[in-house]
């Protein structure tokens, strides 16, 4: 009934078939010894790819609840917090902040730009009574990456948190949560984990945890109090979702054999050959320091980027990312996370070719691809 | 290498195959008409499951995400709040109105007896400035039902919204939000539904909409405003768990072919089949006003509850329910919801006879069963 389509969005990313095939086991309860054996493994698993000796935590929601988890587990009403902004996902902390009455200085470049790491030194220098930074690893918006790894020495010799929104670069980017310094590193689980949407990850430092005590924004579902409880028998405050779980112990299983140096080689790899490709159609490249974990590509002037990404997924088999917020329309988007090969990056760059030819022929003459 | 294990607790319950099945189905994008055709049609089937005509909203998180979605979106720090407590969910609601300062006036009574739809009537009166009264239709923890219908009345002579937890009762205890008065209904995915654990739901009164516009206690990812914008195009704000979303469909079209009174029947059918069975077995029944939804059934003097539930499960392949809260390891707990057939309660009457025999055996020889 399905025909076949060759899925290379930034989220949700392919699952590979032994991940679908452990969803489609017989259901069993989750207070149980095999379930807190299961839960157990995977939570031990995550700290490998997480690169973190601190507890990962596993919430069931979108990655967007993580991101609010981060926010109302470590601050009170009215503090001051520094937003990195440079794209969909950076707007979404500010937004998230200025929901729970945070006094949220904003630190904004324009979409596609990168935000340079002194310019976080110099924005926590005139604001040192700062909680947190929000920041983003990968902004999907636009493909930038950010130097996670210079913004974490700034902010690691401040009082403040470094809290980076890491959804669609782990294990995809190398991130490397302890060496770095990051406190608060949220993901999710449809990205380089390579299974379905609707487990959100959070891991916490030492430091973290400190302002957590302090914390007053109310919150109930997201608490990290009652997680880290019930998290010293391997179990969760509240019915977590049950085949996500046994998805991931799969897929962690995968990236434990391959290793996480091979996973952001291997990324990588797809990525430089993405942006060789899309040079060589002529296009533009719109991140001015790309992610390995997407390609961000300017449409061409003339052709109508909304078209070209639904004929690709309607007509031709592949589905990519169009623009999002203000690049609506304007780029589109091609993954490289997780269980995608050199052979889908083969077969995209062949129908982008052919259907920006043909758009081109229809919208005018004078387009040239 | 999964042994057979037969999985009657009330929740997560057991998942048809061709429910299974869908989930192993190869992943899509959600921004896509495709998704939107398929969460068009959930969301319209899903209201003839809640019997009302009013929007059902879908969020990706367990019950008790829709628990705390059903406070922050319809009150304000300092309301009162009339709670019904009357075991380990009602407590919760509790729990959840203290985080967010609200002023909660408890009814309470013991677990396993019931709140009587006059006392509602009389703490009404008594507190005319209430916003709200949060209730349960089935106490999973003890299994009584609540009527939910000669409360709603009570409440629906004054200004306040009842908001009832619904998370084990739908699809399972006859539940008429609409002809009933429910102002809002909340519920869970791995219940009656017959689906595994991660997506939960919220219907909404025109009543409760209009507290809505008012309510000043801060949200994110759980703010109806956000839901109700992109549900006008078939879509949800953040990444839904799609896999669970494929189920559904599945699910829904069961209970369509079987039609909601025939689901009410059959399951009213399996509990008074066990309830008999047990009373054969000696056995006394915890509830005072049973549901449909489970059983709840005394463990016998002299028997460990813990090890009852704990021998059937990992010797006789068969999990029920212990004891939840003060409960613990005083009762069990058998589910008739959802994919449950009467051949699996003849099975766990029988695997109770036989393990009550053993203990009984085992821990004193003048315990009789």
Redesign the interface.
Known sequence: M?KR?I?L?P?????PPEV??A???????????RYRELFREVSEDLKAVFRTAQTVYT???????AM?ASVVNFLSPGDKVIVLEAGKFGERWT??AK???LNAIPLKVPYGEVIQPDEVERVLKLHPDTKAVYGTHCETSTGVLFDVEAMAKFVGKTNAIFVVDAISSLAADRLEMDAWGVDVLVS?S?KGLMI???LAFLAISKKAWALHKGAK?????V?LASYDKSLKDWDTP???????VLALKEALGRIKKEKMERVWKRTEELALQTREAMKRLGLELFAKRPANTLTAVLVPRGIDGEKLVSVM??EKGL?L?GGQGEMKGKIFRIAHLGYITTSDIQMAVSVIKETLAELSRQSSPKVQV
Do not use: K, W
Not at 217 to 221: E, I
């Open positions: 399905t389509n899925l969005t989220g949700p990313t392919p699952v679908l095939r969803m489609a086991e017989p259901i069993f309860h989750h207070r149980t010894p919430f069931t929601g979108s990655g967007t609840l609010e937004e998230i929901r729970y009455q999710g449809q379905p949407p609707g924004l109310p919150r109930y579902y608490d509240f019915t977590p979702a049950l085949t996500l997924r309607d589905t990312a």
